[in-house]
């Protein structure tokens, strides 16, 4: 596993690097949240196979696994138990707090302080362990909540040994300059693909993420986990990635993929499926060597 690397491809990437207490972990995750059943909400239609997902990603050297209490309402976290605890010592699963999910299943903000303290406690207790990792706070535009506040209980329930490092999800530019501000980033987890670089306007008008975003990180040393990035890249009418994939007789997803591990080495791809078969797709594009004249055609 993971024996091809080139300087812009590495094989790995450091989490918190400059902290105590760094991380690394093999630079191809699994983002967990297509393990829930319709509307990212209850279980899945095919629970065996969900689980045989997440052990064959342990037993393919996978040792970043993407979730949050409130995919399924707690699904995931629940499947991830199942099939692989007790875990593997370098195994580092991420979560998410600062949303929750109504029985209608729509996605509402749950990020006042004692939201996130109630989050985080659920999500040490359905896990099964003692302290959370890495979590990512989830920004809810539109929430009546300011955003330091937020960040503010997450760095106290750091102080508290609760949470070993803090990233953020979902930020503009703006807040992830304010976050870095308040204290230490491990990591930034927002919308990014190839055909999603751009500033994301959203329903309020706000900028969330993009090349800016990126570019901060990279300035900084701190990994981008880009999320929906073969969602917002593939069928989108952009003819350059089935290009290449006709060249190296690969799938559009597969190119993809490729293109994110070689974009930049800060970049931790999480592709998330419910189909083994799709999954074990993903995981050959760690293979696919792109070349200079592939990078600046697919920009």
């Given at each position: 596993m993971f024996e091809i690397e080139t300087m812009q491809n590495p094989k790995t990437i450091?989490?918190?690097?400059?902290?105590?207490?760094?991380?690394?972990?093999?630079?191809?995750?699994?983002?967990?949240?297509?393990?829930?059943?319709?509307?990212?909400?209850?279980?899945?239609?095919?629970?065996?196979?969900a689980l045989e997902i997440v052990k064959t990603a342990i037993d393919k050297g996978v040792?970043?696994?993407?979730?949050?209490?409130?995919?399924?309402?707690?699904?995931?976290?629940?499947?991830?138990?199942?099939?692989?605890?007790?875990?593997?010592?370098?195994?580092?699963?991420?979560?998410?707090?600062?949303?929750t999910r109504k029985p209608d299943k729509s996605w509402i903000p749950f990020n006042s302080p004692e939201n996130l303290r109630t989050a985080i406690d659920r999500n040490i207790s359905t896990l099964k362990i003692d302290q959370v990792s890495l979590v990512h706070f989830r920004v809810m535009p539109g929430s009546p909540i300011p955003f330091k506040e937020s960040m503010m209980a997450m760095f106290e329930m750091q102080k508290e040994g609760k949470i070993l490092h803090i990233g953020v999800s979902n930020v503009t530019l703006e807040e992830l300059e304010i976050a870095l501000e308040m204290g230490p980033i491990a990591t930034v987890e927002n919308m990014y693909g190839h055909?999603?670089?751009?500033?994301?306007?959203?329903?309020?008008?706000?900028?969330?993420?993009?090349?800016?975003?990126?570019?901060?990180?990279?300035?900084?040393?701190i990994p981008l986990i880009p999320y929906w990035s073969l969602y917002n890249s593939l069928n989108k009418g952009e003819n350059k990635i089935k290009v290449i994939a006709e060249k190296y007789?690969?799938?559009?997803?597969?190119?993809?993929?490729?293109?994110?591990?070689?974009?930049?080495?800060?970049?931790?791809?999480?592709?998330?499926?419910?189909?083994?078969?799709?999954?074990?797709?993903?995981?050959?594009?760690?293979?696919?060597?792109?070349?200079?004249?592939?990078?600046e055609y697919l920009g």
């Open positions: 450091t989490l918190a690097a400059s902290s105590p207490n760094p991380i690394t972990v093999n630079r191809f995750g699994y983002g967990t949240m297509r393990l829930t059943g319709e509307g990212i909400y209850g279980e899945p239609a095919n629970r065996p196979e040792n970043f696994l993407d979730t949050a209490d409130y995919y399924g309402d707690d699904v995931t976290n629940r499947i991830i138990v199942e099939a692989i605890h007790p875990y593997n010592k370098d195994l580092v699963i991420c979560t998410k707090v600062g949303a055909g999603q670089r751009t500033t994301l306007k959203n329903a309020y008008g706000e900028n969330r993420g993009g090349e800016e975003v990126l570019a901060l990180c990279e300035k900084l040393g007789q690969a799938t559009e997803a597969q190119i993809h993929l490729a293109w994110l591990l070689h974009r930049s080495p800060w970049i931790l791809p999480i592709p998330g499926t419910s189909k083994l078969e799709h999954f074990h797709q993903n995981l050959k594009a760690r293979d696919i060597i792109l070349t200079e004249e592939d990078m």
